[in-house]
T-cell receptor
Framework: DVKVTQSSRYLVKRTGEKVFLECVQD?????MFWYRQDPGLGLRLIYF???????EKGDIPEGYSVSREKKERFSLILESASTNQTSMYLC?????????FGQGTRLTVV | GEDVEQSLFLSVREGDSSVINCTYT??????LYWYKQEPGAGLQLLTY?????DMKQDQRLTVLLNKKDKHLSLRIADTQTGDSAIYFC?????????FGAGTTVTVRA
């Protein structure tokens, strides 16, 4: 059974903290993605990676960075968390036609 | 996203058909997708259609694609309470998917 696993379901962090969101997939997929989901805005792409050590900016990369040191792991980093980064974060991996999503991490920045 | 648009809410009576509509802007999209998100869960792929097709049927689901108008629809026949969820339309371009804002479908008895 295919699996995309996000390390936390819920996270509460303070403003200014450095935050790491981890995502691991077991399908040997080349492509991995980080989205944030907000009501009325749908999913917006933050960053994606199509190979190890490769990364591309999505539509809303400001305030975020990513790391892909191994094929199965794609990390999203909030360098200095702010309250407007409170959101649901979804990781996905894909090959060809289908993207598989993790369960999401609901991050609250206080 | 602004490249993919869909209405935000749909209320339907149990047993009726639901039709969710979507428009997109990228004429080079290869595949178009419908994803379902149940409360507290990630997104699950429901179905997809290749851009050179105009219809695809899969059990209770029918996808219609009008490539000229860049319009995609999802019809759910005999809608059940378990169909209550958010439905996302998405298009593929290069390596990434662009999603609409999602349509919240509420099934009432």
């Amino acid at each position: 059974d295919v699996k995309v696993t996000q390390s936390s379901r819920y996270l509460v962090k303070r403003t200014g903290e450095k935050v790491f969101l981890e995502c691991v997939q077991d399908m040997d997929h080349e492509n991995m993605f980080w989205y944030r989901q907000d009501p009325g805005l749908g999913l917006r792409l933050i960053y994606f990676s199509y190979d190890v050590k490769m990364k591309e900016k999505g539509d809303i990369p400001e305030g975020y960075s990513v790391s892909r040191e191994k094929k199965e792991r794609f990390s999203l980093i909030l360098e200095s968390a702010s309250t407007n980064q409170t959101s649901m974060y979804l990781c996905a991996s894909s090959i060809n036609t289908e993207a598989f999503f993790g369960q999401g991490t609901r991050l609250t920045v206080v | 996203g602004e490249d993919v648009e869909q209405s935000l809410f749909l209320s339907v009576r149990e047993g009726d058909s639901s039709v969710i509509n979507c428009t997109y802007t990228d004429s080079s999209s290869t595949y178009l997708y419908w994803y379902k998100q149940e409360p507290g869960a990630g997104l699950q792929l429901l179905t997809y259609i290749f851009s050179n097709m105009d219809m695809k049927q899969d059990q209770r689901l029918t996808v219609l694609l009008n490539k000229k108008d860049k319009h995609l629809s999802l019809r759910i026949a005999d809608t059940q309470t378990g169909d209550s969820a958010i439905y996302f339309c998405a298009e593929s371009g290069d390596y990434k998917l662009s999603f609409g804002a999602g349509t919240t479908v509420t099934v009432r008895a």
